[in-house]
């Protein structure tokens, strides 16, 4: 991906941001402080930019999940890059069964969830034993790292390819049909329902919420609809689909 600055390597695997990820790390970071409405504007961005640290951190562990269980299947992760819309594990190809592609898919949302449920104990930890002002900035920013993962475990299983509830759905039809291509273009069918629906919903919260934040949601909805096409196409047009993994992790952030 061009305009990908590399920040380091994690079990060989590049780990790259790129340019468009800045802009949408000030978004979460003044989303977030804004919300905090009862600590002071500094503290408040402050500890905005930590979460948002702590949310993309996250999805860097999801993405590496996905690309550690595909290494399991002889499948090789070139590069993970984190950018505006989350995360993206560029696989060498996809995995050959759809048992395989299955359990790559739900390798990221399985480490979301683990991500969430130790946020959650450490989070009641603090509430046990830690007490005082001293404790509310470490506990605001567990309680957003447990929260932010268990969305996005939930969301990333939404049957919207090429998600990884998608792909999940497009495997179930592989394996009955023993047809990828045919599997993969109603799965993004799917996709582009899901995709619509939210672009359509985040319309109507702007329209009732008058938050221009809200418009966020139909950025999103827009990105996924044009994976969902492109996945639809690239089926009808190769022997297999592209072996791109888009994560869209960022919609939890807000």
Do not use: K
Request: net charge positive; hydrophobic share 55%.
């Amino acid at each position: 991906m061009r305009g990908t600055v590399t920040i380091g390597r994690l079990y060989g695997i590049r780990i790259g941001v790129h340019i468009s990820w800045f802009a949408v790390y000030a978004f979460v970071t003044f989303a977030l402080a804004s919300s905090l409405t009862t600590v002071p504007r500094p503290q408040a961005i402050g500890l905005g930019a930590v979460c948002a640290l702590g949310l993309f951190a996250s999805v860097v562990v999801h993405e590496l999940a996905h690309a550690l269980t595909a290494r399991r299947f002889g499948v090789r992760t070139d590069a993970i890059t984190l950018f505006l819309f989350g995360g993206v594990a560029l696989l060498d190809e996809e995995p050959a069964t759809p048992r395989a592609d299955a359990l790559v898919a739900v390798a990221g949302p399985a480490a979301s969830a683990v991500l969430g449920l130790l946020g959650l104990g450490i989070l009641a930890a603090l509430e046990r034993f830690a007490h005082g002002p001293a404790s509310d900035a470490p506990a605001l920013f567990i309680a957003y790292f447990a929260v932010a993962n268990g969305v996005l475990a939930v969301f990333n299983l939404l049957p919207a390819f090429p998600m990884d509830g998608g792909r999940v759905l497009r495997d179930i039809l592989w394996h009955r049909s023993g047809d990828v291509r045919r599997a993969t273009r109603f799965a993004a069918r799917v996709g582009i329902g899901f995709a619509t629906a939210f672009v359509l919903a985040g319309v109507v919260l702007v329209a009732v919420t008058r938050d221009p934040l809200s418009s966020w949601y139909v950025v999103l909805g827009g990105f996924l609809l044009r994976q969902s096409w492109l996945q639809a196409r690239a089926a009808s047009e190769v022997p297999a689909p592209i072996a791109l993994r888009p994560d869209v992790e960022v919609g939890a952030a807000a």
